[in-house]
């Protein structure tokens, strides 16, 4: 009799260490109790099948339905790493969409993981940073991640993770400050954050002065950030060579120097000739904050002195394809011009 | 044997050979007849004699020297006949050594006995010089035509295996392994696709959110600008505003002062004289001496006729209350025969005592003409 399996040998794509799927609707719900089952291997044979299986956005949608998130809750403080990694990564797949993250924020994941911020584990605590930044950029998860008083720890770990976790803590914060800014700056996130811009690392720079940004679109932000002295500290950088530094880094200022005394900081720290060359660049991502910023400082007497001389390069902008570019040469120009 | 043939011309320089026929190897007779259509058919594979049972070939030693055969004249037919006369000879030799290589040496007959040929069989035979000849015919059938080649079968060798196919197992495998490899690399290569386009996906939204969110910031700015800027001049405003109206109230505050001041002054002018009047009248400015009189002769004066006043009324209530005490012994003298009058006259002596002690009681000047007026209007009353 032919049967289907033609020889005695398994075929060489076979994976031993996932778990068998059962035929289509029922693969999930088996996954589900092997999850639950008290055997080590089992559990973990079936969260690396789970693993493939959340790339597919339907099966996510069947997996929170049947209530997967409560047994990888449980499972997220499991003794063995392995499981616990698998899990974390599992977790951060289904964030990755929009039916996920929602689940997710309904069903307090968010929590649950404050546990495995200190999880000795690199890869746990990279996954767990990657939910985080992957739920904050929406703005529930930003609101849970504040509920479950998260940013003091966050700024914690700024100073003492590694340099991967460091580009999503920041990545995280960012988003979250943008809702609310009173609970990081009672953690001293500003003066972590000033130590941040001056890292080796390009990513880590931006993000940071992003989420300077994010800090100074608040008020108590733009008080705190001019008392900490960080408004020289991002004109420096307005000089460096990579450009999403440069873009972040005006962005902070054109917040901060909303206030009467950042703006007489800045004008302290000589901002105008690195904002002029980065206006005169073309093809710049940071002009429209240049733009902003230059505008800013134009409504000091002394800055619109000096901006007369340069009216030309905000000419020229007025060319640029972009309509924001335009608008915004448009507004600086009629400031330089005000008399009162 | 070999046939004499003409000596080869001498090949000139340039040709290897040459011949005056070709050799040729020659076909065999063929058993059958020509068939008529065989030769344009099939010219087949050109059947050749096997030239070790050619008879036409030269056996034996080619090397040796031969003694030439007799040349004689006229040799033709004799060279037949020496031909087969010495074919003869070399067939009974063949024969004889055949046969004597064949049969095992009986031994020689002992002395005195000889061998003899006995029949050993079941069955006698006779034996006797005569052949029995028969005759016989034969004659062959039609030459029939060549039957056609019948399929090489090569001769069974090996081990019988038998193995049962049932239905719907033979498959072409080239053709059954399609759908199934389609469906793996299809679903493979679906699934790497689903990555990639996820992180494609992901990579676009990021680009979209970061370029909105530049957006979004550059207007923010704009707006928190905008609002300084509003602060500022709303500040100014109000404190200019403030400003004013602090000048303005000052301005009334000293107006109404100094119309204050005006009318107060117009208003007071005459109070002194007023003011003097009015003390005047209400008795502040006082001669010492008549205050002195009138605050402390006059109460003095008037305690004094108080007193000797006092006095008086003292005395006539001493009077008094001795002519009461005459006149209740008289009555009590006089009321024991009627009972009824006793009664009523205790009754009415206690009222006007009563009366009496009151009336004495009041020691004011004014009232004692009054109280005396009662005293005599009681006994009067007493007596009716």
């Known amino acids: 009799m032919a049967k289907p399996r033609i020889s005695a040998y398994l075929p060489p794509d076979i994976d031993p260490t996932k778990a068998a799927l059962a035929f289509g609707r029922r693969a999930l719900p088996k996954l589900n109790e092997e999850l639950q089952s008290l055997e080590l291997l089992t559990q973990q044979r079936a969260l690396m099948a789970l693993c493939d299986l959340v790339h597919d956005p339907e099966k996510v949608y069947q997996a929170i339905a049947l209530g997967f998130l409560d047994s990888l809750k449980n499972l997220l403080v499991h003794e063995d790493q392995t499981v616990r990694q698998k899990t974390t990564e599992v977790l951060s797949l289904m964030a990755l969409h929009s039916i996920g993250r929602e689940g997710l924020i309904r069903s307090g994941v968010i929590s649950a993981l404050t546990g495995l911020l200190d999880d000795p584990v690199d890869l746990c605590r990279k996954n767990t940073h990657q939910i985080f930044d992957m739920l904050a950029k929406l703005p529930e998860g930003a609101g849970g991640v504040l509920q479950a008083g998260l940013i003091p720890p966050l700024v914690l770990k700024l100073k003492t993770e590694l340099d991967e976790i460091q580009e999503l803590i920041l990545g995280t914060l960012s988003n979250c400050l943008r809702v609310e800014v009173s609970e990081a700056l009672a953690a001293g996130a500003v003066t972590v954050l000033k130590e941040k811009l001056s890292h080796p690392s390009t990513v880590i720079r ?27 500290v991002l004109v420096s950088l307005l000089e460096d060579t990579q450009p999403e530094v440069q873009v972040s880094s005006t962005g902070a200022l054109m917040f901060a120097l909303v206030t009467p005394q950042g703006r007489s900081s800045a004008m302290g720290a000589e901002a105008i000739p690195p904002l002029l060359t980065l206006v005169a660049e073309e093809t710049s991502k940071a002009r429209l904050n240049a733009i902003k910023t230059l505008t800013l400082l134009a409504e000091l007497p002394e800055g619109r002195q000096t901006l007369l001389e340069h009216r030309d390069a905000f000419q020229r902008c007025l060319d640029d394809p972009s309509e924001a570019v335009q608008r915004a040469a448009e507004i600086a120009l009629t400031v330089i011009d005000w008399k009162p | 044997m070999v046939p004499i043939r003409a000596p080869e011309l001498t090949a000139p320089a340039d040709v290897p050979y040459s011949f005056c026929s070709q050799p040729r190897s020659l076909p065999s007779r063929p058993k059958y007849r020509e068939q008529s259509n065989a030769a344009e058919t099939e010219k087949g594979p050109v059947r050749y004699g096997n030239i070790m049972i050619d008879p036409r070939v030269v056996r034996g030693n080619v090397l040796s020297v031969r003694p030439p055969p007799p040349q004689v004249l006229g040799t033709e037919p004799h060279t037949l006949e020496v031909k087969r006369q010495r074919r ?86 080239d053709i059954e392994v399609k759908p199934i490899l389609e469906v793996l690399v299809g679903k493979t290569v679906e699934q790497a696709l689903l990555e990639v386009m996820e992180e494609e996906e992901l990579a676009q939204l990021w680009s979209h959110q970061r370029a909105f969110a530049e957006l979004r910031n550059a207007e923010f700015a704009e707006l928190q600008r905008l609002e300084e800027q509003d602060r500022r001049i709303r500040e100014e405003k109000e404190r200019r505003r403030l400003e004013h109206l602090e000048k303005l109230r000052k301005q009334k505050e000293t107006a109404e002062k100094i119309a204050a001041r005006a009318f107060a002054q117009r208003y007071l002018a005459d109070l002194i004289p007023s003011v003097f009047n009015n003390l005047h009248d209400s008795g502040f400015f006082y001669d010492p001496i008549e205050r002195d009189i009138e605050t ?59 009366a009496a002690p009151k009336m004495s009681g009041e020691a004011d000047a004014a009232d004692q003409p009054v109280a005396e007026k009662e005293e005599t209007d009681q006994p009067v009353a007493e007596k009716e």
Not at chain 2, 330 to 352: C, I, V, W, Y
């Open chain 1, 206 to 232: 931006s993000k940071a002065a992003w989420a300077l940004l994010e800090i100074s679109s608040h008020a108590e932000g733009k008080i705190e950030v001019c008392k900490e002295e960080v408004i020289p």
């Open chain 2, 88 to 173: 003869a000879q070399r067939q009974v030799l063949a024969r004889k050594f055949a046969h004597e290589q064949i049969q095992p040496g009986t031994p020689e007959p002992v002395e005195g006995r000889e061998h003899v040929h006995v029949q050993t069989e079941l069955y006698l035979e006779e034996i006797s010089d005569r052949i029995i000849e028969v005759d016989g015919e034969c004659q062959t059938d039609d030459f029939l035509d060549r039957p056609p080649t019948p399929l090489f079968i090569p001769a069974k060798s090996g081990k019988d295996v038998a193995t049962q196919i049932e239905e719907g197992e033979l498959f072409d495998f």
């Open chain 2, 296 to 354: 402390e002769f006059l109460p003095w004066l008037m305690s004094e006729v108080e007193e000797t006043l006092q006095k008086k009324v003292l005395g006539r209530t001493m009077l008094d209350s001795l002519i009461r005490m005459v006149v209740e012994k008289r009555l009590d003298e006089f009321s024991h025969p009627p009972p009824s009058a006793q009664t009523k006259a205790p009754a009415e002596e206690p009222r006007a005592a009563d």
